[in-house]
């Protein structure tokens, strides 16, 4: 059975059970074992939801022994298996997931579906190989080429192609049926921090941070109706980053150690808590301190400073365009 997880660390104490409580709650890339999008499937059912719809593209064992898990603690939950990329796959959703929540739509959408990169020499020249002739290398410098964007080019369609379509498919139902709709979008630190090697994951993840206000602007006189922010992730043990776990290059930097998914879980629970009102068009931060043994989780608010500065050299002399 692909599930591993300890439902009873999901249930957590104080004011995070409120993120959850009495909401059908739609979680896309929450199939695969281990992941983070399966701890928030599961902090969802193990806090109050009232019904959980686990979303997959690939991870369908994973997913369906999700739900088996979840409905085995009496919470209603269920399966959706769709490409976020497709946009049929999307709109054939719409009524089944609505069927399953008892004819509403979802109060909470959570996109967490994405994908990494295995990481590559980004707009640098690949090294020489003894003996290799000029045929050779360029062939294998194309190949290399395609391969790399092939890479990056999923990364962004999964991240960027699949939140908007998540967006305007259950906004869209909101506003039609009158309802109120929290989305919680997953990005990463790595989206305002760049690390090396993995180009495409950081440019779809700082796309992210622009929906909410991109969403508020299209939504006008009902933008009340709807509510979204962006979350900003550490690094969390996960079957894509379990080789890092013990890897002190890494963690030196940045935390202590790799966050365990219900840790992360209940981080995002605690913030999830707060009215949605508050959260609405920011950038959240999960900040890790401390040490090892007693790691210690707090936010912040990361605000995307754009500012607009006159250059001298042009304003000075300006180009002068008398009417055609």
Same mark, same amino acid.
């Given at each position: 059975?692909?599930?591993?997880?300890?439902?009873?660390?999901?249930?957590?104490?104080?004011?995070?059970?409120?993120?959850?409580?009495?909401?059908?709650?739609?979680?896309?890339?929450?199939?695969?074992?281990?992941?983070?999008?399966?701890?928030?499937?599961?902090?969802?059912?193990?806090?109050?939801?009232?019904?959980?719809?686990?979303?997959?593209?690939?991870?369908?064992?994973?997913?369906?022994?999700?739900?088996?898990?979840?409905?085995?603690?009496?919470?209603?939950?269920?399966?959706?298996?769709?490409?976020?990329?497709?946009?049929?796959?999307?709109?054939?959703?719409?009524?089944?997931?609505?069927?399953?929540?008892?004819?509403?739509?979802?109060?909470?959408?959570?996109?967490?579906?994405?994908?990494?990169?295995?990481?590559?020499?980004?707009?640098?020249?690949?090294?020489?190989?003894?003996?290799?002739?000029?045929?050779?290398?360029?062939?294998?410098?194309?190949?290399?080429?395609?391969?790399?964007?092939?890479?990056?080019?999923?990364?962004? !369609?999964? =991240?960027?192609? $699949?939140?908007?379509?998540?967006?305007? &498919?259950?906004?869209? *139902? %909101?506003?039609?049926?009158?309802? +109120?709709?929290?989305?919680?979008?997953?990005?990463?630190?790595?989206?305002?921090?760049?690390?090396?090697?993995?180009?495409?994951?950081?440019?779809?993840?700082?796309?992210?941070?622009?929906?909410?206000?991109?969403?508020?602007?299209?939504?006008?006189?009902?933008?009340?109706?709807?509510?979204?922010?962006?979350?900003?992730?550490?690094?969390?043990?996960?079957?894509?980053?379990?080789?890092?776990?013990? !890897?002190? =290059?890494?963690? $030196?930097?940045?935390?202590?150690?790799? &966050?365990?998914?219900? *840790? %992360?879980?209940?981080?995002?629970? +605690?913030?999830?808590?707060?009215?949605?009102?508050?959260?609405?068009?920011?950038?959240?931060?999960?900040?890790?301190?401390?040490?090892?043994?007693?790691?210690?989780?707090?936010?912040?608010?990361?605000?995307?400073?754009?500012?607009?500065?006159?250059?001298?050299?042009?304003?000075?002399?300006?180009?002068?365009?008398?009417?055609?």
């Amino acid at each position: 059975m692909a599930y591993t997880a300890d439902f009873e660390k999901f249930k957590f104490p104080g004011d995070a059970r409120a993120a959850f409580e009495g909401k059908r709650v739609l979680i896309t890339g929450s199939g695969k074992d281990g992941g983070i999008g399966q701890a928030l499937a599961l902090a969802a059912a193990a806090n109050g939801a009232h019904t959980v719809g686990v979303h997959f593209h690939s991870s369908y064992r994973d997913g369906f022994d999700l739900v088996a898990a979840i409905r085995s603690h009496g919470v209603n939950a269920f399966a959706v298996q769709a490409d976020v990329t497709n946009t049929r796959d999307m709109w054939a959703s719409r009524s089944y997931i609505i069927e399953q929540m008892q004819g509403k739509g979802p109060d909470l959408v959570i996109c967490n579906s994405g994908l990494t990169e295995k990481g590559y020499r980004f707009g640098r020249a690949l090294p020489e190989i003894d003996g290799e002739s000029r045929a050779e290398r360029r062939a294998r410098v194309r190949q290399d080429f395609i391969e790399n964007l092939a890479e990056s080019s999923l990364v962004l !369609n999964t =991240k960027i192609d $699949g939140f908007v379509a998540m967006t305007h &498919l259950w906004a869209g *139902e %909101a506003i039609y049926h009158k309802q +109120q709709l929290q989305l919680l979008y997953i990005s990463s630190m790595q989206a305002v921090e760049p690390g090396v090697a993995v180009p495409g994951y950081v440019v779809a993840n700082w796309a992210v941070l622009k929906l909410p206000e991109v969403l508020k602007v299209n939504l006008g006189r009902v933008a009340d109706q709807v509510s979204a922010c962006c979350l900003m992730l550490p690094f969390i043990r996960t079957s894509m980053t379990e080789e890092y776990a013990n !890897n002190p =290059k890494v963690f $030196g930097r940045w935390q202590p150690r790799m &966050l365990e998914p219900h *840790e %992360a879980a209940h981080g995002v629970s +605690q913030l999830l808590s707060r009215p949605a009102d508050e959260l609405n068009l920011g950038n959240f931060k999960l900040c890790v301190a401390g040490t090892a043994e007693e790691a210690q989780l707090f936010w912040s608010r990361v605000n995307l400073d754009v500012r607009n500065e006159s250059l001298p050299w042009s304003e000075n002399t300006p180009l002068v365009c008398p009417k055609p």
